[in-house]
Nanobody, 121 residues
Framework: QLQLVESGGGLVQPGGSLTLSCAAS????????IGWFRQAPGKEREGVSC????????TYADSVKGRFTISRDNAKNTVYLQMNSLKPEDTAIYYC??????????????WGQGTQVTVSS
């Protein structure tokens, strides 16, 4: 069974850090680029970051550049999103998704169930 399972969300104070994980099962992560998205209540889903299958290429939304870092460990079949200097506006459900290609282009064909991140004092 194909699965992407996000974990690592939680409640954190402004300025704090969290690391999200996206663990794949049922397929080999090596062949796919993986993206992170987020959706806040009442807002549209926003693309946050993407990493190519090899990890050599990454992209970030302007809103998170310099604060978030995406990485992957293909041996562990896992992609990470390190989030630093968190702001209340980062509060959202965070999802990871599998691209159909090795590069961060094209469409997504498979999504995780999401993990909640809440930034509040």
């Amino acid at each position: 069974q194909l699965q992407l399972v996000e974990s690592g969300g939680g409640l954190v104070q402004p300025g704090g850090s969290l690391t999200l994980s996206c663990a794949a099962s049922g397929f080999t992560l090596d062949y796919y680029a993986i993206g992170w998205f987020r959706q806040a209540p009442g807002k549209e889903r926003e693309g946050v970051s993407c990493i190519s299958s090899s990890g050599s290429s990454t992209t970030y939304a302007d809103s998170v550049k310099g604060r978030f870092t995406i990485s992957r460990d293909n041996a562990k079949n896992t992609v990470y999103l390190q989030m630093n200097s968190l702001k209340p506006e980062d509060t959202a459900i965070y999802y990871c998704a599998r691209r159909t290609l090795r590069r961060c282009t094209g469409s997504y064909d498979f999504w995780g169930q999401g993990t909640q991140v809440t930034v509040s004092s």
